[in-house]
């Protein structure tokens, strides 16, 4: 398995307040991606990396921000976490070849 | 827009028996797809993987069907166990023009497969 763990694993909060989810990866890839999954759905892209400082724009990034400052590890901030957020978050690594490798999920609930 | 759908939310199978799961896109961009398996409370794991210039990829009990004039992609698993049981994503990117590596993702297939 890849080395990828997320913290933390499950996150009770209220609306209104900010959230950090962490992504850490100890395989030294260069591409960093952060999905949320939702029923009928599936994974949407809420932001990505191709390297230290350097992030983009998914499809679904709005009252999303992120921030990569080592290669090893990429953060997900909700600035101010709304019911909508509500959802589980997945972190994932990856090549220029295509294939990702997926973290354990945080399940994160807004009250 | 959904440019990767997965018009079907569940399939159930008989063990033994062939489960085959489709998918369709509309972006004729999309240059590589691929098939993830997810069980409950985990994250999502790679199965197998098709470029645009073949039509078949076999691995096992898993074979992946490109057809790119109809664009249509399909898994099929042969036999079918009780531990494939999951939910089946495909993912398609269009890395040779975008080269950021992003995948694309279908909404998931739900594959119960019956002892």
């Known amino acids: 398995d890849a080395g990828i763990t997320q913290s933390p694993r499950h996150k009770v909060t209220e609306t209104g307040t900010p959230v950090t989810l962490r992504c850490h990866q100890t395989e030294n890839h260069r591409y960093m991606y952060w999905y949320r999954q939702d029923p009928g759905h599936g994974l949407r892209l809420i932001h990505y990396s191709y390297g230290v400082k350097d992030t983009d724009k998914g499809e679904v990034s709005d009252g999303y921000s992120v921030s990569r400052s080592k290669t090893e590890d990429f953060l997900l901030t909700l600035e101010s976490a709304t019911s909508s957020q509500t959802s589980v978050y997945f972190c994932?690594?990856?090549?220029?070849?295509?294939?990702?490798?997926f973290g354990p999920g945080t399940r994160l609930t807004v009250t | 827009d959904q440019q990767v759908k997965q018009n079907s939310p569940s399939l159930s199978v008989q063990e033994g028996r062939i489960s085959i799961l489709n998918c369709d896109y509309t972006n004729s961009m999309f240059d590589y797809f691929l098939w993830y398996k997810k069980y409950p409370a985990e994250g999502p794991t790679f199965l197998i993987s098709i470029s645009s210039i073949k039509d078949k990829n076999e691995d096992g009990r898993f074979t992946v069907f490109l057809n790119k004039s109809a664009k249509h992609l399909s898994l099929h698993i042969v036999p079918s166990q009780p531990g494939d049981s999951a939910v089946y994503f495909c993912a398609a990117s269009d890395n040779g023009s975008s080269n950021t590596g992003k995948l694309i993702f279908g909404q998931g297939t739900t594959l119960q497969v019956k002892p």
């Open positions: 994932a690594i990856g090549t220029i070849f295509y294939e990702q490798y």
